[in-house]
């Protein structure tokens, strides 16, 4: 099965705007990129990129320049697929395998808001919408297309990394490139000592 | 082993005060209550709640008005006890089981933000300290008791819902009191036709 890992290479992660600068989004976004490739390597796979442009990886890649859900598509076209996105840095190959063991015709891991971080299709007739909240859209898809659905319930998948406080989940919990670029960026836990809430800041 | 779920009586859930009077507060922190339970007891456990103060609630109960660090501990000096904390309307018996059933002498699974929202704690040595990045603290606590330390991976259980936004998991992924509260109260999934952002909103 082609397991897919989509990459904007353009303009990654604007939502950390406030905290990194534009060259340091786009290799944060790379070293998160690595770690997911790494943890599906680990878990068996060979994983191919899919990028809005091309781009400097150690990965066979396919650029293709349409919107997300058209460009994973067309994938989809040519057969099962699994689709990981790529800032998923707390992903591992234990959980990785979680998700390529389970069951159905089509395999969902929730992101937060309801989002759809990783799928694995394997009904010809499935296609992805990631505009929304995808994770019910998918669903929807799939019952449309007599597709089996099973869901896997993991917090390192949920865990996609778009805004500063999503910068704590990867100093907390992750092992790999992404945790290793904030440390050598100067970017660290705080702890609030009077509320206890940790956020991710630039000492 | 003694099941205990901590829950805050008098002033819950004060981060939700932007969209639930104080009042609707308690009504959905009960029937956050109410789902914990509920799954607990599906999973064959006998919870019993540690409440602040004394609650109309069907489970045994507890009143400890101590901080919640020390109730807890004062339950853990008492032998080997789980604490899964009462705003996981998330939770079911699969994910609970997934807990109880890990290895280690210490189990905990991890909230967003450094939170731990469940634990096992079988190492008659070990004890909690919610305040701050507690899954941290609580793998130190229990490396420094020579506690052997598993986590458990789950995103129905690293969701505890503290803020507005941790609604739409409720509304998504919700299948109990909790999220039939919500649609009672007039709460729904609203999407930003623009961005394909989620909120949960009062229609």
Redesign the interface.
Known sequence: MRVVVPFAADQPKTRLGDVLAPAERRAFAHAMLTDVLRALREAGHDPEVLATTSLDVDAPTTVDDRPLSAAVNAVLDDGPAAVVMADLPLATA??LTALFDADGEVVLA?G???GTNALVARHPEFRVDF???S??DHRRNAEQVDASVETV???????DIDEP?DL??VL??GRGAARDWLLDAGIE?V?ASET???TARRL
């Not at 319930?153 to 865990?159: E, G, H, V, Y």
């Open positions: 234990g959980t929730p937060r808001g309801g505009h929304g909240t994770y019910l319930d993991s917090f390192r998948l949920a865990t406080t704590v989940e907390i919990h836990l702890t206890g809430r940790v």
